[in-house]
């Protein structure tokens, strides 16, 4: 059972367009939402992360939407370039007690920005 | 500290042989975790370590997977009597307990392929 649904698989922009991924979860226990970005050949890296006692959090061009009821979270790249190019993961993990669990990912959205 | 270092970077083995890989931490960060990811998927959790300690274990670490981390610092994980199917890229990543949201950090990887 996936218990993070990421869509698009891949994702095609125009240089200076908005990307947009989006992830879907089950499990409401879920309380810390990271995106993670990675090259190939490396490990991946915390881009932006999220809690859902707020509903958007934005850092630079990247921004989390999160809808809470709609148990669904999405990354919005802004002015997409083609330094952007990689593949993206979002992920959730819950609190057991005071101690956050491991992370669960997304399968990941591989996007192109085209110059 | 220059990150998380996990060595070698790739290893081309026969099947049944067995093989360990290394993952050197950033060193104080307290949690260790290991993931495996193959291609075109996001990284599946394996096993992670408080300290020395082994905390939780996916049904996807069967009984020919070990990991260790002696005294707190290094870790191992070993496959005996590989098999095709454990061709992947296996991510080391290390945080702190109580600093989830400044996220995992990841190394670059092991590449295995069992021929």
């Known amino acids: 059972q996936q218990q993070v649904k990421q869509s698009p698989q891949s994702l095609i922009v125009q240089k200076g367009g908005i990307s947009i991924i989006n992830c879907a979860y089950e499990?409401?226990?879920?309380?810390?939402f990271p995106w993670y970005q990675q090259f190939p050949g490396k490990g991946p890296a915390l881009l932006i992360a999220i809690r859902p006692d707020v509903s958007e959090k934005k850092e630079g061009r990247f921004t989390i939407s999160f809808n809470k009821s709609a148990k669904q979270f999405s990354l919005h790249i802004m002015d997409s370039q083609p330094g952007d190019s990689a593949t993206y993961f979002c992920?959730?993990?819950?609190?057991?007690?005071?101690?956050?669990?491991?992370?669960?990912f997304g399968k990941g959205t591989k996007l192109s920005v085209k110059p | 500290d220059t990150g998380v270092s996990q060595n070698p970077r790739h290893k081309i083995t026969k099947r049944g042989q067995n093989v360990t890989f290394r993952c050197d931490p950033i060193?104080?960060?307290?949690?260790l975790y290991w993931y495996r990811q193959t291609l075109g998927q996001g990284p599946e959790f394996l096993t992670y370590?408080?300290?020395?300690?082994?905390?939780?274990k996916s049904r996807l670490l069967s009984d020919r997977f070990s990991a260790e981390r002696p005294k707190g610092s290094f870790s191992t994980l070993e496959i005996q009597r590989t098999e095709q199917g454990d061709s992947a890229m296996y991510l080391c990543a290390s945080s702190l307990d109580d600093r989830v949201d400044y996220g995992y950090t990841f190394g670059s990887g092991t590449r295995l392929t069992v021929v």
């Open positions: 499990n409401t226990a879920f309380d810390y």
């Open positions: 370590f408080q300290n020395e300690a082994q905390l939780e």
């Open positions: 060193s104080e960060h307290n949690r």
């Open positions: 992920a959730a993990s819950q609190n057991y007690g005071g101690s956050q669990g491991n992370l669960i």
